[in-house]
């Protein structure tokens, strides 16, 4: 009987409880709330020039005819960035020689281009800058080709010197032939 009893105040206990949870649930008490509203995350940009240009609309800067042994040409190239993100490397990464892969003579295995960073900014290749690659225009050896700067976002920009050295030669087989060439930059975040 005792039992009994003990069980029937457990099970009206119970019964308060869970109506005293229920009734929890629909007070309406003090809060509080705030949103931050218009939150945006948008994507910046990288935009590598050459000589002012993007992409390749930027005119060659070696347009050379007639030239022969021991003939040497320096152009200098300035690169910048106006996208919004800033590049820590520039690379060289490739040059496309055209006519490629012929039989000799080729006349890109004759000239020798240098690639100087123009660190002191002079338009000068002298004792302030570095050299960054010297082969001949059809070495495989031109495959990205850190220039060791990076260029700042909103314009920044740093020049490169190129030298291109005819070979001396008496190889007459390389009369009158010729080669166009792409120079192949990239910027990298
Ligand atoms: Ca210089």
Known sequence: MITMNRQIVMGILSIFA????????????????????????????????????????????????????????????????????????????????????????????????????????????DGGDFLRGSAHLTNPAWLNISLGFGLAGGGGSHQIIARITFDDTDDNSYQGIGVNFNLNFQANQ
């Open 18 to 125: 869970v109506t005293a949870l229920v009734g929890g649930a629909t007070f309406a008490l003090f809060s509080s709330q705030a949103s931050n509203n218009e939150n945006t995350f948008g994507a910046g940009t990288m935009q590598l020039r050459i000589n002012g240009d993007e992409g390749s609309t930027s005119s060659s800067v070696f347009s050379i005819a007639n030239a022969k042994p021991t003939d040497v040409f320096t152009q200098v190239i300035a690169l910048s960035n106006t996208g919004s993100i800033a590049a820590t490397d520039v690379l060289l990464t490739s040059i496309n020689v055209t006519p490629s892969n012929t039989p000799p003579p080729n006349l890109g295995d004759i000239l020798t281009l240098d690639v100087y960073d123009d660190f002191n900014g002079n338009g000068i290749i």
